[in-house]
């Protein structure tokens, strides 16, 4: 059986998504305009499997920060009422068939690499939706 995984860096998305309403308290708008988004993907990529892939939760870098003390220093904090919001949208993609990764301690851009290349390496496809252009970094280049 041939695979194709789509992995969404959530935060990436949910964050740029976020950003351009015109409302920041308006949490059901971010919800609606991020399934709109990701039925769009579903549909143009037709994914055989698909994971949303979060960063951890915990208010340190983890163990990039403790090797890597600059690493996304300059990154602004999420707006509380996103914040707040994460778990609502979570929901509404689960409800859109799909599920979350997260693992304590870890940036999502580590968990999509390890997925990525795992998955490539058995000779599948693999779609990443995001933004962040250090992910082109394990990208194979034509």
């Given at each position: ?34 399934t ?18 979060f960063?951890h ?42 599920d ?22 058995q ?20």
């Amino acid at each position: 059986m041939s695979i194709h995984l789509v992995i969404i860096d959530a935060l990436n998305l949910i964050r740029r998504i976020h950003s351009a309403q015109p409302d920041p308290e308006d949490i059901q708008r971010t919800i609606e305009t991020s399934t709109r988004t990701l039925n769009r993907i579903l549909n143009e990529t037709e994914p055989s499997h698909v994971i949303a892939v979060f960063d951890h939760m915990q208010k340190t870098r983890g163990w990039r920060e403790e090797r890597f003390p600059q690493y996304k220093q300059d990154r602004k904090p999420m707006p509380e009422p996103l914040a707040k919001g994460l778990d609502s949208i979570q929901q509404a993609w689960w409800e859109l068939g799909i599920d979350s990764l997260l693992s304590e301690g870890d940036e999502a851009d580590d968990l999509v690499a390890t997925l990525a290349v795992k998955v490539a390496n058995q000779n599948h496809q693999v779609t990443i939706i995001s933004t962040d252009k250090a992910i082109v970094s394990f990208c194979p280049q034509p």
